[in-house]
């Protein structure tokens, strides 16, 4: 599983699980390694015109990050890239773009879809979040990261 947190796009936060593949009605074939939100049914992370990407996953929808570059057969998690801001001048999609601070991305291993009454306790175990345990309960529910 892979673990976003920190995005300015707060709907980008949260796990992703692994995936086969797109919805029929994405459009277009990603490389080979896909990741779906577990919380946002729209946003998943591929790999496409050589980089990563994490946004709707429908080609060219509402696209939230890029990476400025990686490889298709490298997940783009610690720091195997460096995110960049889709939709700058002279990219495709002018709209949907994701707000700065851009997303750290790392492995969540051992991660399993619980409920809700476990959630507080899987957050407290996260590092550095000195958050509530409401907000934190709130924060997981919405797909959001209480951690930022």
Request: proline fraction near 9%.
């Amino acid at each position: 599983f892979v673990f976003i947190e920190g995005a300015g796009e707060v709907l980008a936060n949260g796990v992703y699980v692994p995936v086969d593949a797109l919805p029929p009605d994405a459009g277009w074939t990603p490389g080979p390694l896909i990741w779906k939100h577990s919380q946002v049914d729209w946003i998943y992370i591929t790999f496409g015109h050589s980089s990563w990407w994490i946004g709707d996953y429908r080609y060219g929808v509402r696209d939230l990050y890029v990476s400025s570059g990686g490889r298709s057969d490298t997940a783009p998690v610690d720091e195997a890239v460096e995110w960049g801001w889709r939709g700058s001048e002279g990219h495709l999609c002018m709209d949907g773009r994701g707000d700065r601070p851009f997303p750290r991305c790392r492995w969540l291993p051992n991660w399993i879809p619980m409920e809700i009454e476990t959630v507080r306790e899987h957050l407290m175990r996260l590092p550095s979040c000195p958050v509530a345990a409401s907000d934190m309960e709130r924060c997981a529910l919405s797909g959001a990261s209480p951690c930022q």
